[in-house]
């Protein structure tokens, strides 16, 4: 999971790349960086750490242009050590490409070989961006042989790598002498937007991966990029798009609406905040079949992406609502810390208990997830520590079981808390009185019910089914030992 950003405007866009990357910054921790274009020549800074950090008024001085792309990092394939692996990313032929990714490719190791044995073609980092930079490169070499740079030869060219590569991709490339591109893989399984300003000058557009990075500069939501299209947006101001996918099929991840985007961004038709709020309705029916309701006096959420959730469940089930811990928003989200240990230790420094909420109480916490079961052990013994007599938990999401490809952070079957494991074994672990998960039916049926054009989902974690079809025991068994190892 990453953040990405695009911006064709009439005056310098590095301050606008700037701002949009902030409101993305839940996307990714990693690393930042931006790429500008002026007078067909690109100037880029990328570093490791968060926007704030990365950037200085020395390193915005030094991005000049009214066009360039910009991405937060959270690194799922390639190594966040190496700075390299920032992106955007850069290469000179042809033209000259810079180029953001969200996602994460499953053919890869096969693109790697084919690219330099057939295509000539040499990748200096483990980055799976970088091989699909260049699969890019070499298409759109081979589309203008002969012929002119024009949006024929771009669609021509993303055609050919939904041919050849398989996995979440979502882009956004500037190619100089000519314009922005933006496409998104054949099932749309990571989200893409565009907006439009208006300046004294003419139209401006932005490209980014949630609608919050539109609204919060000033742009207005048009759409959504549909899966397997192509939009260019030319320096000159023309925009143009194409399907260029044989078989598109909507089939978003359903986690960027469980915990990813943030609540009010709006992807694909659906409000995350009101699916969040229906999730919230279907687990408070799921814990009126498991749980005596009359037994839990208090409902709290944990901060902040289970808060509709639980504030849907606790009115559904008529019963009270209370904030019992307390957020400190300087610490990064545990969820894609690197290390076991550094999540762990970072729970405690980001939730405080309000101990006067949970003395001599039932309490009934909601998630939004359960993924390794680290946070949700730390708040457990939080709440019991706090006093609470009762500690039941419920998560808005089905239990993970299985990894996820397509560029979340849970590779490995064996961090999996919910692994191979009965809910009765993952509550005694976490040291819950009692635990509820919500239904695959009812999470997937909160989205559908707000847009009933959804139907399908990138679910693999929950339901263990790799939509692009090329996922086997084999990959998954290297994909785990090259996490292992690391």
Partial sequence: MCGIVGVVAHAPVNQLIYDSLLLLQHRGQDAAGIATACDSMFSTYRARGQVRDVFRTRNMRSLPGNAGIGQVRYPTAGSSENEEESQPLYVNAPFGITFAHNGNLTNHEEL???LFQIDRRHINTNSDSEVLLNVFAHELQRATAGGSL???????AVAQVHERVR?????VAVIAGFGMVAFRDPFG?????????MSDAGAEWMVASESVALEGTGFAFERDIQPGEAVCYTFEGVVTARQCAQNPQLKPCVFEYVYLARPDSLMDGVSVYGARLRMGEYLADKVARQLNAGDIDVVMPIPDSSRPAAMQLASRLNLDYREGFIKNRYVGRTFIMPGQA???????????????????KNVLIVDDSIVRGTTSGEIVDMARAAGANK???ASAAPPVRYPNVYGIDMPTRGELIAHGRTDEEVARIIGADALV????????????????????????????HYITGDVTPELLGRVEDRRNSA
Avoid at 150 to 156: G, I, L
Avoid at 190 to 196: A, E, K, N, Q, S
Avoid at 342 to 356: D, E, F, H, P
Wanted: contains cysteine; aromatic residues 10%.
């Fill in 150 to 156: 024009d949006e024929e030869a771009v669609f021509r």
């Fill in 189 to 197: 399984i990571r989200p893409l937007v565009m907006g439009r300003a």
């Fill in 112 to 114: 790697r070989r084919e």
């Fill in 167 to 171: 996995g979440a991709y979502a882009v």
């Fill in 437 to 464: 998960y919500q239904d695959i039916e009812g999470m997937t049926r909160a989205i559908s019910d707000i847009n009933p054009a959804l139907r399908e989902f990138e679910a693999s974690c929950f339901n263990g």
């Fill in 342 to 360: 550094v999540r762990k230790k970072s729970v405690r420094q980001k939730l405080n208990a309000i101990g006067v909420e949970f003395a001599g």
């Fill in 391 to 393: 500690v039941y938990f």
